[in-house]
């Protein structure tokens, strides 16, 4: 295999997933540094891939620690696994988060459909709860369109592991700020 056709289907099974609920690489794990300097891993759903320009787009509750973390230090690493392609993604990058109130927010918060609108309208995320089952107060019922934010990452790396019978397969891949790729090479699985 040549290292670009590695790197056009990584891209590629990513790009499926963000239009594809069932796709292996839907649910990503977002890592961030806390506050005290320790590691925060965290599910997002993949909600765009932007495959030329090297970006993912995720939803979040501008509420919840993992934004507050964002905004304190912008990088990050995303990692995904697709257990059909038995392929490993990481990818390093720098994230611009939009809140409520930017184009983007609202743009992307028109496109939701009504279900996932109401996940942004109960309490901050992390917060405690009387029952599982609690219901938000009449205050608390806003449509959550101003609790709701859009993170976009700008894939520095790309670090992409093919796990195969024999021989496994790694390479890692290098971006320009605006997604041109800059370095590749082969590495040892």
């Not at 599910?43 to 979040?60: E, G, I």
Request: hydrophobic share 40%.
């Amino acid at each position: 295999m040549e290292l670009k056709t590695f790197e056009t289907g990584a891209w590629a099974a990513l790009q499926e997933s963000a239009t594809d609920p069932q796709g292996g690489f839907r649910y990503l794990m977002l890592c961030t540094v806390d506050a005290l300097l320790q590691p925060q891993a965290r599910t997002v759903v993949l909600r765009k891939c932007a495959d030329d320009r090297r970006m993912l787009t995720f939803h979040t509750d501008v509420r919840s620690p993992k934004w507050q973390e964002m905004a304190a230090n912008p990088q990050v690493t995303v990692l995904g696994y697709c257990h059909q392609r038995r392929l490993q993604l990481r990818l390093a990058g720098r994230v611009a988060c939009y809140a409520a109130g930017s184009d983007v927010a609202r743009a992307a918060w028109r496109a939701l459909p009504q279900h996932t609108r109401q996940t942004y309208t109960g309490g901050p995320p992390g917060e405690a709860r009387a029952t599982a089952d609690e219901t938000p107060d009449a205050a608390a019922t806003e449509t959550g369109e101003s609790r709701f934010g859009v993170v976009i990452l700008q894939a520095s790396v790309l670090d992409a592991y093919q796990l195969q019978r024999n021989e496994n397969q790694r390479a890692l891949f290098r971006y320009s700020a605006n997604g041109e790729l800059q370095e590749s090479e082969w590495l040892n699985p």
